[in-house]
């Protein structure tokens, strides 16, 4: 006997009923229903003691726990969202007008009023079809023939087609033929006598979207037209609406996220694909597997408890391992398919989840390091990195209220001047966005509330300027790894361009006696120790221009190393720098720290355009860089750049190497 005196079998009994009752009532589609129906039949036959029992009880919970047909309803207000948007978010401009475009579409494309065609040649029929649909709103539009439809279809699209099976001549599937044909998007409906239904389910088979039968019911026209148009609606508006948030860390690309799906009303939800190392992750498991589960895209959208969230793919570039199980990139271009996501499969629930209605929002460091098929499907909207002035404005505007709250300060809020944060930007972090001044400006604040709690009062006001600054952080993390160097023979500054924004490397070179062999060190990529050799073979063979002697790489070895090891280093815009460093070294003329260079060399000294002008800007002002080198050809990137991003800095554009030599290296 079990609890209340119930035998076990009544029990299992009971467990049962519930969850049938639980399947009736979850909304799933009828596919769905019946697998689950057909688990709850094999459960019922066998007893709670054997292992596929609680398994399979728990499957069927899970099930009853989606959101099948539960959804949030769109909020789209474009003024709302505008205001949403801009009260989280400082600047970032662009960004907004793109998303709020992108909403704008979505906004008409779902209100415009739809257009309706009525096919049928019983006068009669078209007449209350039309009636009925005109008070729906609809605009509609009638034809009493095949041809006549014809004629209709050439001159103009429809959302929904609604036609008569059995007409003279050109007949509904002709109708449909011809729609499909034209217009892929637009739903057919077919009407059908009783005399013809095996037609019209041949006709769904060719693509119908459904088919009401005569004599006509009010109800039933009203409805499959609406269902019809949702269908329309969904695929047309889900088009293209992959948004792929590309930049460096801490530029606010999540926080833009969850600000869209707050102006839409709808749940938000993320998930991180950064170091994920199995498909199973994204799709789940087989539910013969031990522990199976299902995957995280299903799992959130249980969580979230709706089935249209925002749903933000995090680090999409980084997905691509060698060592992945399965293949990523085709499961997540099903997922990303408006034409395939309808029905998404994981392999746990190993029934149909639609996902179509989800917003995905993909984010990247690198959009170009995502897989081609993938990339195409995104519209990619850029971050870059912040000038020091945008950083000072979020942090007082946005980030220290923000801390403050956490931190439980805000009945006596601490105030931090604008030096402050300044110097916590210039010697504390070193990051193209603001994630370390957040981190650093919460430790401030946490440092105060000890503070307050240790004195047992917090009544006291605290302005945090820079010298409390050093007190609650600390001695400097970060020099200006330009301004504070020595200048030195063969030592140039390059610029690069790195997911975690701009960066600047040294580059060194030595020479020592040898037998003409380069040395390349600091694990530089492949790309970049091509650009070294054609950096060297440049110059051996314009020796004699430079004042260098024909033959020094006769008995000499030359070595190039670049230090900071965190750095990844690959790209060939670091060879006009290796190439200035060369000649530095080679005419013993030492080079100038604060010029920093980037450009990619040709064997004939030419200098290419370069990548990431805006990032490696932004890096070239935080380390204090007072000149900047580049190609010619980046002009138009230059021009595009905002006023504070380039202002104190001296542009030097140049198109061959030569005229960048005497730019960096001093007289002897
Ligand atoms: P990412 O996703 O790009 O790494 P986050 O969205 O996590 O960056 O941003 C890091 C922090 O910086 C968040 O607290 C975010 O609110 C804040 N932030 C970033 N950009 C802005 C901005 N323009 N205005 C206000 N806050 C911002």
């Not at 603001?434 to 440092?447: T, Y």
């Not at 952080?473 to 020595?486: S, T």
């Not at 230090?563 to 060369?582: E, F, H, Q, R, Y």
């Not at 370069?610 to 007072?626: C, D, P, Q, T």
């Amino acid at each position: 006997m079990g609890i209340f005196g119930k035998s076990e079998e009544q029990i299992q009994k009971d467990t049962i009923k519930d969850l049938r009752q639980m399947v009736a009532e979850a909304g799933m589609p009828d596919e769905v229903q019946k697998i689950a129906s057909k688990e709850l039949e094999m459960l019922s036959k066998i007893g709670p003691s054997i292992a596929e029992y609680t398994i399979g009880l728990t499957y069927i919970d899970y099930l009853t726990g989606l959101p099948w047909n539960k959804m949030t309803e769109d909020n789209l207000d474009l003024a709302r969202a505008e205001k949403i948007l801009n009260e989280r978010h400082f600047g970032l401009q662009k960004i907004k007008e793109r998303i709020l475009e992108h909403l704008a579409v979505k906004v008409l494309v779902t209100t415009k009023k739809c257009r309706v065609l009525v096919v049928d040649d019983e006068k009669i029929a078209v007449r209350s079809m039309e009636r009925i649909l005109n008070k729906e709103g609809y605009k509609v539009v009638t034809a009493h023939s095949g041809e006549a439809a014809f004629k209709e279809l050439e001159m103009s699209p429809f959302d929904v087609v609604l036609t008569d099976l059995k007409m003279e001549k050109i007949d509904g599937i002709d109708v449909l033929k011809k729609t499909k044909s034209k217009y892929p998007d637009t739903q057919v409906v077919m009407i059908t006598g009783f005399a013809s239904i095996e037609t019209a389910v041949e006709a769904m088979r060719k693509g119908a979207f459904d088919y009401i039968q005569k004599p006509i019911k009010l109800d039933e026209v009203r409805s499959v037209v609406k269902k019809a148009l949702d269908k329309k609606l969904i695929t047309r508006s889900a088009k293209g609406s992959v948004l792929c948030f590309a930049g460096p860390p801490g530029t606010g690309k999540t926080s833009l996220g969850r600000a869209v799906a707050e102006a839409l009303g709808r749940k938000f939800a993320r998930i991180s694909l950064g170091g994920m190392k199995d498909e199973a992750e994204i799709r789940g498991h087989r539910r013969t597997y031990a522990g199976a589960m299902p995957g995280r895209i299903i799992d959130e959208i249980r969580r979230v408890g709706s089935c249209n969230p925002v749903l933000m793919l995090d680090e999409l570039d980084k997905i691509a391992g060698h060592d992945f199980k399965g293949d990523p990139s085709s499961s997540l271009l099903e997922v990303l398919d408006p034409e395939q996501n309808q029905n998404f499969i994981d392999h746990y629930l190993d029934a149909p989840f639609d996902l179509s209605n989800i917003v995905f929002i993909v984010t990247a460091n690198i959009a170009d390091n995502i897989q081609g098929p993938l990339r195409d499907r995104m519209e990619v909207i850029e971050f870059s990195g912040y000038t020091e002035d945008e950083k000072i404005r979020i942090a007082m505007d946005y980030v220290v209220s923000k801390q403050i709250n956490a931190k439980g300060l805000s009945d006596n809020p601490p105030e931090f001047t604008q030096e402050a944060i300044s110097k916590i930007i210039q010697e504390y972090t070193r990051e193209a966005g603001i994630r370390n001044l957040e981190r650093e400006v919460a430790s401030i604040c946490r440092k105060i509330a000890t503070e307050f709690v240790y004195e047992k009062q917090s009544n006291r006001k605290i302005i945090v300027t820079p010298e409390l600054v050093e007190k609650y952080l600390g001695p400097r993390k970060h020099y200006f790894e330009v301004a504070d160097e020595k200048d030195r023979v063969g030592v140039t500054t390059g610029l690069v361009w790195t997911e975690a924004g701009g960066a600047i490397i040294f580059i060194e070179a030595a020479r020592m006696k040898g037998s003409g062999e380069l040395i390349l060190t600091g694990s530089l990529g492949e790309v970049m120790r091509e650009s070294a050799q054609a950096a060297l073979s440049y110059i051996r063979s314009n020796a004699a221009s430079f004042n260098i002697s024909e033959n020094f790489f006769e008995h000499q070895d030359i070595h190039i190393h670049v230090p900071a090891g965190a750095i990844p280093k690959d790209g060939p815009s670091a060879g006009a720098a290796i190439a200035v460093a060369l000649i530095s070294l080679l005419t013993s003329r030492p080079a100038r720290r604060d010029v920093a260079v980037s450009g990619e060399l040709t064997l004939s000294g030419r200098v290419l355009p370069v990548g990431g002008i805006k990032e490696k800007f932004l890096a070239a002002r935080r380390a204090g860089v007072k000149t900047i080198i580049i190609p010619q050809k980046n002009k138009v990137d230059i021009e595009d750049l905002p006023r504070d991003v380039k202002d104190k800095l001296e542009v030097v554009l140049v198109s061959n190497i030569e005229e960048a030599v005497d730019r960096v290296l001093m007289e002897k």
